[in-house]
């Protein structure tokens, strides 16, 4: 019985500990949508995340622990049956018989087991708890990502847009020189330069376009589904509009510390790690269960059923081991200083998401600054290019004056993007830093 349970105890307690632990196919969505907005991204991969899909079966694992180690605690019964050959001169019977069989219907019922059956039953029952709040971390982990790289594709797509308005506003100041030149009024040196700054802008709106691409693939994997799996490449809908928040770093602290998903697994595995301390013990005390039986045994010589003797059994047995070389005292030490080592990780984890809340925080203030300063800095560029582009057309500034404040502007515009884009990373970090669910999962 002890074996047992010490058996039961190492699966029930180590299984939330499993690492590289592949689901089950399982049920998937359907194929990809042919719209996709954050929304829709964030739906999807909650049902066909590979990671939330594994931590889903991490659960279903856990409930057949549970079953398992219930079956301890109700009667189980059993079908023996066994038959020998002998040779007549060691026959026990008289008169001699070279053979003998029998077949018996058990049943057991642990009466008492020193805490052993109720402590891994409620270790059970703790670590499949701890099992449900992983499934909860895992998916604020998952949909933060998928937040982060849908970003990504909103940026890509926003900056290919910069980079075209700037690549026709170059090929506008190409033809505006062409044409200057062939009025007289410009030198074949203000078309070359026209000319190799359009080049230069060529590579940015390559590149752009490739980002956009692989961010797209990225943000696919991440929810679980395939690139080829719409009928068509979906649509991303969405933009990098911002929507100011404000938090206190000692409130987000408080907040984290109550809501993190991942401080209340440490702490039911707590749980869970001190009734493995008491499944230990149970080493050191005895056992008892209640046993019936009905047998049917060989009646002397003869080979007929309806000739065997049969009758039932019902009686009380009990093990205690007195001294077992001090192995159950070992084992308390395991099981100790599991706890303690258990208890140590939620200190730790306590530790780093204060650490990851504050620096939330502040990355999500610096974000704010940068934003509104890159705000700033696209109307001023704007302005700029206006005016000299109207200087020249009045033969008071230079081309250079033009292509250099078109640079400026399309820097500007990009900065401001990746202002938006940061604000909005940084936000939903601070969101999952402080235990909030994301606002598109409606199932938490």
Do not use: C
Request: charged share 20%; hydrophobic share 45%.
């Amino acid at each position: 019985m002890h074996s047992r349970l010490l058996r039961i105890a190492v699966l029930v307690i180590g299984a939330s500990f499993a690492s590289g632990v592949s689901a089950a196919p399982g049920n998937r969505s359907s194929a990809l949508p042919e719209v996709i907005d954050l929304r829709a991204a964030i739906v999807y991969a909650l049902e066909n995340s590979f990671a939330i899909r594994q931590a889903r079966e991490r659960i279903q694992q856990q409930d057949g622990v549970i079953l398992e180690v219930s079956a301890l605690g109700i009667p189980n019964v059993g079908l023996g049956a066994a038959y020998q050959r002998n040779d007549t001169d060691i026959s026990q019977s008289f008169p001699a018989d070279d053979s003998a069989w029998q077949i018996q219907i058990q049943a057991r019922q642990s009466l008492y087991s020193g805490g052993a059956v109720q402590g891994a039953a409620a270790s059970a029952r703790l670590v499949r708890e701890a099992a449900v709040l992983e499934l909860q971390a895992v998916i604020s982990e998952v949909l933060l990502a998928v937040r982060t790289r849908f970003y990504d594709v909103l940026l890509a797509r926003e900056s290919i847009k910069v980079q075209e308005q700037s690549v026709a506003l170059l090929e506008e100041q190409l033809q505006n020189a062409r044409n200057r030149y062939e009025a007289g009024a410009a030198s074949n040196f203000e078309v070359l330069r026209a000319e190799v700054a359009l080049a230069n802008a060529q590579p940015a709106l390559i590149q752009a376009r490739n980002t956009f691409r692989t961010s797209f693939d990225e943000v696919v994997q991440l929810m679980g589904g395939e690139a080829g799996s719409a009928s068509r490449t979906p649509q991303i809908v969405g933009d990098l509009t911002v929507d100011p928040v404000q938090y206190e770093v000692a409130e987000a602290v408080a907040a984290a510390r109550a809501s993190r998903p991942e401080l209340a697994r440490l702490s039911k595995l707590i749980e869970a790690r001190a009734q493995g301390v008491e499944i230990a013990r149970a080493g050191a005390r005895p056992s008892v269960d209640l046993v019936g039986s009905y047998q049917w045994r060989k009646a002397g010589t003869s080979d007929r059923f309806s000739d065997a003797r049969d009758g039932w059994l019902l009686g009380v047995q009990s093990q205690w081991s007195l001294f077992d070389g001090r192995a159950t005292a070992g084992r308390v030490v395991q099981a100790r200083s599991a706890l303690t080592q258990i208890e140590l990780a939620r200190s730790e984890a306590e530790l780093g998401i204060e650490i990851e809340v504050r620096r939330a925080v502040s990355l999500l203030q610096e974000a704010g600054e940068l934003m509104e300063a890159s705000r700033r800095v696209v109307e001023q560029a704007t302005e700029a290019l206006r005016l000299a582009t109207v200087r020249q057309s009045a033969g008071t500034a230079t081309q250079l004056d033009v292509l250099t404040s078109q640079v400026d502007l399309t820097q500007a515009r990009n900065n401001q993007l990746r202002a938006n884009y940061n604000y909005l990373v940084a936000a939903s970090r601070v969101r999952k830093a402080t235990g909030q669910a994301d606002p598109f999962n409606t199932g938490s």
